[in-house]
């Protein structure tokens, strides 16, 4: 399970809950995007450079999340994301959130490569190459 993921530890801390200590829902998309950001991270890239080099920033268009059981206060989880599919200018990121072997919310994030006028371009060959390591076989 999660063989081809790039895996982010997430610790909850006080601010993530609600006033019952358990994980509010928007706190798993910010892990999400937590995720997203160490992974382009550990393929070689800033966020903060993309715009530069290689020219491109990726924005979500789409998202759901699934929130399959409740975290709490204290408790590490891990965010697992991979790379469900890859187009010219779009691509699909699955990312399990668990503790332990239990999941506890799914995301499918698709995000759209774009350029500084906000359009969107296609996904540079080396940017590409990168998340195509991180491609699931679906089959």
Wanted: glycine content about 6%.
């Amino acid at each position: 399970m999660f063989e081809n993921a790039h895996k982010l530890p997430v610790r909850i801390y006080y601010e993530d809950t609600d006033a019952g200590g358990i994980v509010y829902h928007a706190s798993y998309i910010r892990f999400a995007e937590r995720a997203r950001s160490e992974m382009i991270r550990s393929m070689g890239f800033q966020c903060s450079d993309l715009h530069i080099n290689p020219g491109v920033l990726f924005v979500v268009r789409h998202l759901e999340a699934s929130y399959e059981k409740t975290a709490k206060l204290d408790e590490l989880l891990s965010v697992n994301t991979e790379v469900l599919t890859l187009k010219n200018t779009s691509f699909i990121l699955r990312q399990t959130i668990t503790r332990g072997d239990d999941v506890i919310c799914v995301l499918n994030v698709t995000l759209v490569t774009i350029n500084e006028n906000g359009k969107p371009v296609r996904t540079p060959d080396g940017l590409r190459q990168k998340f195509e390591g991180f491609l699931i076989n679906t089959e």
